[in-house]
């Protein structure tokens, strides 16, 4: 199997530091620090390392991530991960903190500037005291559209998508474009399949863990009923 790795999506800093800064200078007022993705365990790294503040700070908090990858980043750097779903999406994390008592807790979760609200409002919802704060931004690859289009044209069996954003950045890259019908789409999720629906394409495989390693066998499951 040949792998053809063309993003999607580009990170980048948000339009300003200052919300996530002000956050992290008041570490100790939070109790729980929510990560929801790798990147923002990135830029949270990289601000403290920034601010002059010791990353041994986040020992201070309980940690929440969403998904054992995510959860691996920040034990790397010697915190340890206090809480993690069985099932790796924002409604899984919400069921998650089912059996804690969150009134009046304050939470902090650095995330995307653009980003489902299911999980601030599902632990508001419970009582928590939410603040939500930019660490990172998407923006579509649009330096990628050449790749894109000649791998398509060249014939691609297996297109994987890893987020929603990634679902749109996909839809606009293709530019109204149609995928040829003999290229299967397979999504890390359902959220993700359900934005790849809305924007009218067909989703052939989803994976039942939502990790790389899900989708590998759901890659795998699809081109299986192929043959």
């Given at each position: 199997?040949?792998?053809?790795?063309?993003p999607?999506?580009?990170?980048?800093?948000?339009?300003?530091?200052?919300?996530?800064?002000?956050?992290?200078?008041?570490?100790?007022?939070?109790?729980?620090?929510?990560?929801?993705?790798q990147?923002?365990?990135?830029?949270?790294?990289?601000?403290?390392?920034?601010?002059?503040?010791?990353?041994e700070?986040?020992?201070?908090?309980?940690?929440?991530?969403?998904?054992?990858?995510?959860?691996?980043?920040?034990?790397?750097?010697?915190?340890?991960?206090?809480?993690?779903?069985?099932?790796?999406?924002?409604?899984?994390l919400?069921?998650a903190?089912?059996?804690?008592?969150?009134?009046?807790?304050?939470?902090?979760?650095?995330?995307?500037?653009?980003?489902r609200d299911?999980?601030p409002?599902g632990?508001?919802?419970?009582?928590?005291?939410?603040?939500?704060?930019a660490?990172?931004r998407?923006?579509?690859?649009?330096?990628?559209?050449?790749?894109?289009?000649?791998?398509?044209?060249?014939?691609v069996?297996?297109?994987?998508?890893?987020s929603?954003?990634?679902?749109?950045?996909?839809?606009?890259?293709?530019g109204?474009?149609?995928?040829p019908?003999?290229?299967?789409?397979?999504?890390?999720?359902?959220?993700?399949?359900?934005?790849?629906?809305?924007?009218?394409?067909?989703?052939?495989?989803v994976?039942?863990?939502y990790?790389?390693?899900?989708?590998?066998?759901?890659?795998?499951?699809?081109?299986?009923?192929?043959?």
């Amino acid at each position: 199997m040949e792998v053809v790795h063309i993003p999607l999506l580009r990170i980048l800093p948000p339009p300003s530091w200052e919300d996530l800064d002000r956050a992290l200078r008041r570490l100790e007022t939070y109790q729980w620090v929510v990560f929801t993705s790798q990147n923002g365990v990135r830029a949270v790294e990289h601000r403290l390392h920034h601010l002059g503040i010791p990353v041994e700070v986040l020992r201070g908090v309980h940690i929440a991530a969403i998904g054992p990858a995510t959860a691996r980043m920040v034990e790397r750097l010697g915190v340890p991960v206090g809480l993690q779903p069985s099932e790796y999406r924002a409604e899984g994390l919400v069921e998650a903190f089912g059996a804690l008592e969150l009134r009046g807790v304050r939470v902090l979760i650095p995330r995307a500037e653009e980003a489902r609200d299911v999980l601030p409002e599902g632990l508001r919802a419970r009582g928590a005291e939410v603040e939500v704060v930019a660490a990172y931004r998407t923006e579509v690859a649009w330096e990628e559209a050449p790749r894109l289009m000649e791998a398509i044209r060249e014939g691609v069996d297996v297109v994987t998508l890893a987020s929603p954003s990634a679902a749109r950045a996909l839809g606009s890259l293709l530019g109204g474009e149609r995928l040829p019908e003999s290229t299967r789409l397979v999504c890390i999720g359902p959220v993700t399949a359900k934005a790849v629906e809305e924007l009218g394409f067909r989703v052939d495989g989803v994976a039942e863990v939502y990790t790389s390693e899900g989708m590998v066998q759901a890659v795998r499951a699809v081109l299986q009923r192929r043959r």
